[in-house]
């Protein structure tokens, strides 16, 4: 399974804001053919260990059974528009992808 985590940091951090950017992940990006696994929400800000990096405000987690789906994924109209109608108030954007078993 190929595990696809994208976290962003945004200009405007504001709880609406955050909450506006979730609620797109869940429209644009929980259903499409090939997932496994999909979550999406706002940072956890009570985990403080020096370990936690809490430089984002925004984490989505999307667990596809192979790469032909996370390819499928990543050119659909959804996903396309959830960039579109999103990206201006991204700050940063990291990917991390990773082949996991369960």
């Known amino acids: 399974m190929l595990s696809h985590m ?12 955050v909450q506006a950017l979730v609620q797109a992940c869940h429209r644009y990006l929980k259903t499409h053919d090939g997932v496994t696994f999909y979550a999406a929400g706002k940072l956890a800000p009570e985990f403080q260990r020096p370990v936690n ?20 994924y990543q050119v659909s109209d959804d996903h396309q528009t959830f960039i579109s109608s999103n990206r201006e108030n991204w700050a940063q954007v990291r990917v991390f992808d990773a082949w996991v078993d369960g």
């Not at 994208?6 to 804001?17: I, M, P, Q, W």
């Not at 989505?60 to 059974?65: E, G, W, Y």
């Open 6 to 17: 994208v976290y962003f940091t945004l200009k405007d951090s504001s709880e609406t804001a």
């Open 53 to 72: 990096d809490q430089a984002f405000h925004v984490a989505l987690h999307v667990v596809f059974t192979d790469k032909a789906a996370h390819n499928a």
